[in-house]
């Protein structure tokens, strides 16, 4: 089973000049453990997706599923199983990677010991062990940005 599927995914924000399609019928299968790449300019709707993808946002068309779990019937089992770490505005740029990661794993109620253990493991899967303890805010933008499945 795919780790995510996306069919005529889409979002469309009413405004006062009338509708926007900031997601236009996205179709995706990731696999698990594939690496997916969204690429565009500004405004394409890469984020949006994200969003979606993580019930940040509801869709206004499509359908998706993430780890199993339909966005729409089953939003609960898709914040279970992924983590969402936006590009800016959620990270206190002063507190190591470490510190961050064990902090989002306790928001997913990891005792601090199990949320510590998955920051390693993710750290050591992505390659990025040497990035521990530096700070967030020493990090490019793309480094903090991952839709990561827990496992």
């Known amino acids: ?3 995510i599927t996306a069919s005529g995914l889409s979002r469309t924000f009413q405004t006062k000049r009338g509708p926007v399609e900031a997601v236009r019928s996205v179709d995706l299968t990731a696999e698990r453990g ?12 890469k984020t949006t997706t994200l969003r979606l993808l993580t019930t940040l946002l509801a869709p206004t068309g499509g359908s998706a599923t993430v780890a199993g779990c339909d966005l729409a ?9 992924t983590g969402y770490v936006a590009q800016s505005g959620g990270v206190d740029p002063t507190v190591s990677v470490r510190e961050e990661l064990v902090t989002q794993g306790r928001l997913y109620r ?3 010991a199990e949320a510590a ?11 990025l ?12 933008g793309g480094m903090g940005s991952p839709l990561l499945e827990r496992s």
């Open 1 to 3: 089973m795919p780790a």
């Open 34 to 45: 594939e690496i997916v790449g969204l690429l565009g300019p500004n405004g394409a709707g």
């Open 73 to 81: 019937a089953d939003p609960a089992g898709v914040r279970q199983r």
């Open 110 to 112: 990891l005792t601090k």
């Open 117 to 127: 253990a998955r920051a390693a493991e993710l750290a050591a899967d992505l390659g």
């Open 129 to 140: 062990e040497g990035l521990l303890d530096r700070k967030t805010g020493a990090l490019s």
